[in-house]
């Protein structure tokens, strides 16, 4: 990620250290996985991802969940996302029970799935 794209979504973020610390963290892991599947990913995706998992971590410092998705959203899905997304938010898992919610996933695994088909 680019040391601009990656500086923007860490000062929009307002995050403690700690919270910076996962987030740049989970937004390698996150890179790592999407360069797999996709060469040129752009920067507006990478500052979508990374404002989302921006305000993942502050939901679960918070304690706070989101409302379920509903099913016909989830399905459209591929499962290899949901999965991805499932194995990058248990890296978080010390903050808590509301980064392994199914709303968190499927909103991670729609950012991941758009990407790798350059969205």
Same mark, same amino acid.
């Given at each position: 990620m680019k040391t601009k794209v990656l500086q923007q979504i860490l000062r929009d973020a307002s995050l403690d250290e700690a919270g910076n610390v996962l987030l740049k963290? #989970?937004? @390698?892991? +996150? &890179?790592?996985?999407?360069?797999?599947?996709?060469?040129?990913?752009p920067d507006e995706r990478y500052l979508a991802v @990374?404002?989302?998992?921006? &305000?993942?971590?502050?939901?679960a410092q918070r304690g706070e969940g989101l409302a379920k998705i509903d099913q016909e959203t989830e399905d459209q899905i591929e499962a290899s996302y949901k999965e991805k997304s499932r194995n990058i938010l248990t890296?978080?898992? /010390?903050? @808590?029970? #509301? #980064?392994?919610?199914? /709303? &968190?996933?499927?909103?991670?695994? +729609?950012?991941?799935?758009?990407? /790798?088909? @350059?969205?």
């Open positions: 963290k #989970t937004l @390698g892991d +996150i &890179e790592d996985l999407l360069i797999d599947t996709r060469k040129c990913i @990374g404002h989302h998992m921006a &305000e993942v971590i502050k939901r890296s978080l898992k /010390s903050l @808590g029970n #509301t #980064t392994s919610s199914s /709303s &968190e996933i499927i909103l991670l695994a +729609i950012h991941l799935q758009c990407a /790798s088909n @350059g969205f």
